[in-house]
């Protein structure tokens, strides 16, 4: 989404952005980082959505919190921290995620 949203024209906006577990810098593995490159401009995408929400968990082992704190910073965000949460996956037990529906 981050890359999407950073692709975008000048004059195109989005209302809402919402992220779980997401990061705009490498994380270390192969594949997730072959996706985001070297990064995202998050000055560039903050101007093309009106509101960034961020769901991530305080103990997520693949996506560190300071990911989620960065995008918190960069992108004014509305950052919602789910206690032992581990990765937010269906792997993890989270088929639904009524935070995320309440969120949209």
Do not use: R, W
């Not at 965000?77 to 789910?82: P, T, V």
């Amino acid at each position: 989404i981050l890359k999407y949203l950073e692709s975008l024209p000048e004059n195109q906006k989005i209302g809402k952005a919402i992220f779980v577990s997401g990061f705009a810098t490498p994380i270390g593995f192969a594949e997730p980082d072959k996706f985001i490159g070297a990064g995202v401009d998050l000055e560039k995408v903050k101007g093309k959505c009106g509101k960034f929400i961020v769901f991530h968990s305080d103990n997520d082992p693949y996506v560190p919190m300071d990911k989620a704190h960065e995008l918190e910073k960069a992108l004014d965000a509305e950052l919602n921290i789910i206690s032992k949460g581990g990765h937010l996956n269906a792997g993890n037990g989270h088929l639904e995620f009524p935070e995320v529906f309440e969120s949209i």
